[in-house]
């Protein structure tokens, strides 16, 4: 943002400057062709000539209602100087305030200073300079003087030397040119702010691309990581009950042969094959199931699908005296998140709760809008989970009940982190478990790395654990 604001004060600055030189340009080109029209006038009214007493003054006092018409014409005019290479004056008028201009005859014919008034160099059509006070007029006002050469004829050359006095200049073109420069440093301004506001929309496109592109590789990575683990861990799952297999086929088929009337024995021994045959089909189903990429471009409202999930849980619940109790924020939150995968990570929370409280239980469950997330909170009554377990429960096939397949609430994990969310588990033994889902609200980018919001306690809730 400072760089912005520094962007657009130079620019602002810079284009203040640059109509100044653009303005200051103009006023000089002003000058100039106002100097020029006053020569060519002197021009065509004939060279200067000197009476019998060898004096330009009869000249000058001719040349007078000439120079009174172009002060008329042009009022900022402040003094008019008409004089020879060799620096003699030939012509004087000057304005004292705001009168006529008057000839000064008492500086006609002398000679001006050489290091003040030197003459042009050869080629040299014109010389602008500022004068901060002209005593030999006897007056402190500053002057721009512009200076030209005048060419009677070949043989017959002069200057013409007119002072244009400033505060007039300024009074007669600076409202003009202040208005243009205005209009020119807020043109300029407003598009530079123009650029910079599509500058910075494309920024946030590309920035939210960019995190969506992050987010996608971070949960493919996550998710290649994971399938690695789950394989390793599958197949050391499979090569116990496989090595089983192998010796009670390798068993059995001693029995066959034999042709042993232990008829019983051999049953036994079927049936165990095929118990361990469809226990690793659903294993391997399991673990093709939970492997599936994650969609989370979808948005889906959460407390639709929590009470869904409820509603199909609710007659197991009953059954097992399990009360339960919904916190649903009204705003009814939107995340990136296919309803399916919702519903799962809400039925998979549900049942382990439902495990907790094996002998009834309250079950509760919230969820809340927040700023840029939406929660949601299950929380069950039970006996709560020792540290060294909640340390180890979302690793795959970890899991402390009987019959269970430990890919639960690894199931959990991965759905929730590829959809950009966090699971949070807080628990002390007695006092219940609480589980907390952290997901991005519908059109919130996800910042990787960013923390999810500390769990809070809801208005109305049991005191359950944190």
């Not at 009869?58 to 000439?66: C, D, G, I, K």
């Not at 407390?303 to 919904?326: C, D, G, I, K, T």
Request: with cysteine; hydrophobic share 45%; net charge positive.
């Amino acid at each position: 943002m400072l760089a912005v604001v520094l962007w657009i004060g130079l620019a602002a600055c810079g284009s203040w400057w640059l109509a100044r030189r653009v303005s200051a340009h103009d006023q000089i080109a002003r000058l100039t062709l106002m100097t020029r029209i006053i020569a060519d006038d002197f021009a065509g009214y004939g060279p200067p000539q000197k009476d019998s007493f060898g004096s330009y003054l009869t000249w000058a006092q001719r040349a007078m209602p000439l120079a009174r018409r172009q002060a008329m014409r042009f009022s900022p005019i402040s003094y008019l100087l008409l004089w020879k290479p060799s620096g003699s004056i030939v012509l004087l008028a000057a304005r004292n305030g705001k009168g006529p201009v008057k000839l000064n005859s008492s500086l006609v014919d002398h000679s001006l200073d050489a290091t003040v008034w030197p003459a042009l160099a050869a080629g040299q059509k014109r010389r602008i300079r500022s004068l901060t006070s002209t005593p030999w007029l006897g007056s402190r006002q500053p002057v721009d003087e512009v200076t030209v050469p005048i060419a009677w004829s070949s043989n017959e050359q002069g200057y013409l030397s007119v002072g244009f006095n400033r505060s007039v200049l300024l009074q007669e073109f600076w409202p003009a040119e202040r208005r243009v420069i205005i209009a020119t440093v807020a043109v300029i301004t407003i598009g530079v702010v123009l650029i910079v506001v599509v500058i910075l929309l494309i920024a946030r496109r590309f920035e939210h691309a960019r995190l969506q592109y992050t987010q996608t590789m971070r949960a493919r990575t996550s998710l290649l990581s994971e399938r690695g683990m789950l394989a390793s861990v599958l197949a050391h799952e499979v090569r116990s009950p496989l090595t089983a297999l192998g010796f009670n086929l390798h068993f059995l088929r001693g029995l066959i042969e034999s042709k042993s009337a232990e008829y019983d024995r051999q049953v036994e021994l079927t049936r165990s094959c095929e118990r361990e045959i469809r226990r690793l089909d659903l294993m391997l189903s399991d673990f093709l199931t939970r492997t599936q990429v994650i969609s989370a471009s979808q948005e889906t409202a959460v407390n639709s699908v929590v009470r869904e999930a409820l509603e199909f849980l609710r007659p197991a619940l009953e059954r097992q005296h399990v009360r339960v109790v919904m916190h649903l924020d009204e705003a009814d939150p939107r995340v990136n998140i296919g309803p399916d995968e919702l519903r799962q990570v809400t039925l998979n929370l549900c049942a382990n709760a439902q495990d907790a409280m094996p002998r009834g239980g309250t079950l509760v469950i919230s969820t809340v809008a927040e700023a840029d997330s939406a929660a949601l909170l299950v929380r069950d009554s039970g006996k709560g989970i020792p540290a060294d377990v909640q340390a180890r429960l979302f690793e795959p096939f970890f899991t402390t009940k009987p019959g269970g397949s430990g890919l639960g609430l690894a199931l959990v994990r991965r759905v929730v982190s590829g959809a950009g969310g966090k699971v949070f588990c807080e628990s002390e033994p007695g006092q219940g478990a609480t589980f907390r889902i952290v997901l991005p609200r519908a059109g919130e980018a996800h910042h990787p790395g960013s923390q999810p919001n500390e769990p809070q306690r809801l208005p109305g809730e049991p005191d359950v654990a944190e």
